[in-house]
């Protein structure tokens, strides 16, 4: 009985911890293990609410009816087939830079040189067409090999920079991106200037050196090569030993290091795959948008393919939905300024705002906060 009287006050501390104010309680940040796959829907689900609630908001002030809101974002931007050949022909390149971005994050080198490694992609593809290299039934398959080639070795160098001096590769990529930048003005402004016009990019490629279109004048055959990239992609990383090996090196490099895994090779093969997918966007791009080499074409990709690869969480196949919603979001963007007179940074705020409350969710997935009961 003496024992049964001594535990029955316990009881009444929980209530008392709950009544405590929320000013004075404590609380403990703590990592997450693991979340499932429907919780974390859930946790992006909502935070693209948020995004979209807090644009809606500032859309309607700016004088766009509230009533055409859904009707621009979803059913003029996903339903509506010229706006939907939009979205995919927008999608085609972000989705390549996308998963390129995450093929070397997953080996823990911050390739920035992205935009740079598309420049000379489309430089080897150019190349092509104006030397005149090849037979016209190969000419589209050497563009894309000589895209690829020149990629790559774009990527070689601050990789070898990283792994054989420490050199920091967010540094050396990410300068190397001028220097590439500044050579292809070289090409516009000097050798490969169309001489019909004297304007800063080369001459239009011919018939058979543009990707075929499909579904209309607008979506080209670069969606579909961006999807069977992202398949190939998929392949590597979630089947193939290599994609073992990486996930390796990026849970703790010195772990996999000790156990065996090749990482110093495994750094150089992701970082090289990356430098060719770059250079098969700037492929896609000059010969399935532009038809031409011109002088800002890259300009934005970047920053792009970063972005998907964040909130694709290194997915290839997550950074091929990813790409698309953000190819819709540019698309839904224009079609603001075009029919509402919307200016273009109040476009960018909108943005914006969608990918910071969708990046924000990735803390709520990762870490969870919990309520600390005083034992005092």
């Known amino acids: 009985m003496a024992d049964a009287a001594m535990t029955v006050p316990s009881t009444d501390a929980a209530p008392a911890t ?139 160098a601050p990789t070898l920079l990283k792994l054989k001096l420490g050199v920091n590769e967010i540094i050396s990529s990410l300068m190397l991106n001028y220097i590439a930048s500044n050579f292809l003005l070289h090409l516009v402004y000097g050798a490969w200037k169309d001489p019909k016009d004297s304007f800063p990019y080369s001459p239009q490629f011919r018939a058979f050196e543009r990707l075929p279109e499909w579904f209309g ?78 002088q800002g074409f890259f300009a934005g990709y970047g920053f792009s393919g970063i972005l998907i690869a964040f909130l694709a969480r290194n997915n290839p196949l997550a950074a091929t939905v990813v790409a698309v919603l953000v190819a819709a979001l540019f698309v839904a963007g224009r079609n603001l300024q075009v029919f509402y007179q919307i200016p273009f940074s109040m476009v960018q705020l909108i943005q914006a705002i969608v990918v910071i409350c969708v990046a924000s969710s990735d803390f709520f997935i990762r870490h969870r906060i919990r309520a600390v009961v005083s034992k005092n």
């Open 18 to 156: 709950r009544r405590l104010p929320l000013a004075s309680r404590r609380f403990a940040l703590e990592l997450r293990q693991q979340m499932a796959w429907h919780a974390q829907a859930l946790i992006l689900g909502v935070s693209l609410a948020i995004g979209m609630g807090v644009s809606a908001a500032i859309l309607v002030a700016a004088g766009v009816p509230a009533n055409e809101l859904l009707n621009e974002f979803v059913m003029q931007t996903l339903f509506d087939r010229q706006s939907l050949q939009a979205v995919l022909f927008q999608a085609a390149p972000m989705i390549l830079v996308g998963i390129a971005a995450s093929m070397a994050f997953r080996a823990r080198f911050w390739n920035l040189g992205l935009e740079g490694q598309m420049i000379w992609g489309a430089i080897g593809a150019t190349a092509i067409s104006v030397l005149d290299i090849g037979p016209a039934a190969l000419r589209l398959p050497l563009m894309l090999v000589m895209a690829m080639a020149l990629g790559l070795l774009w990527a070689l």
């Open 217 to 294: 004048n607008v979506s080209t055959a670069a969606i579909g090569l961006a999807l069977v990239v992202a398949l190939l992609a998929w392949w590597f990383v979630g089947v193939s030993r290599a994609g073992l090996y990486l996930r390796f090196v990026d849970a703790n490099p010195r772990m996999a290091d000790a156990v065996g895994v090749p990482v110093r090779r495994m750094i150089l093969a992701a970082v090289l795959l990356s430098g060719a997918l770059s250079g098969i966007a700037g492929f896609v791009v000059v010969a399935g948008q532009e038809g031409r080499l011109t």
